[in-house]
């Protein structure tokens, strides 16, 4: 069973930086896609970025490209999402996911697994 917990969510002003983390287990995740999700209250949940995990090859949203990097550690399992020049409508709910396979997806139903979240609020 895979399961995917995240970490690192917090408050911090405009301007600043967040790293959250995403630790994978139950599976070898050579065939699997990472991404990251996020969700605004009222809005709904959309694509912030994503990583191959066997070749590392990253993509992401226009709206954070340039100041987020999506990486991945092999040897800790985990995938992690560095968030620079935070601005107030990055605040939302922040999820990992992932799945077989190694065509990216920006959409939810393409993502077999979820985390459960971690709140991300950045203040003006």
């Known amino acids: 069973q895979v399961q995917l917990v995240e970490s690192g969510g917090g408050l911090v002003q405009a301007g600043g930086s967040l790293r959250l983390s995403c630790a994978a287990s139950g599976r070898t995740f050579n065939s699997y896609t990472m991404g990251w999700f996020r969700q605004a209250p009222g809005k709904e949940r959309e694509f912030v970025a994503a990583i191959k995990w066997s070749s590392g090859s990253t993509y992401y949203a226009d709206s954070v490209r340039g100041r987020f990097t999506i990486s991945r550690d092999n040897a800790k399992n985990t995938v992690a999402l560095q968030m620079n020049s935070l601005k107030p409508e990055d605040t939302a709910v922040y999820y990992c996911?992932?799945?077989?396979?190694?065509?990216?997806?920006?959409?939810?139903?393409?993502?077999?697994?979820w985390g459960q979240g971690t709140q991300v609020t950045i203040s003006s």
């Open positions: 996911a992932a799945r077989y396979g190694l065509v990216v997806v920006t959409t939810t139903p393409g993502y077999n697994y």
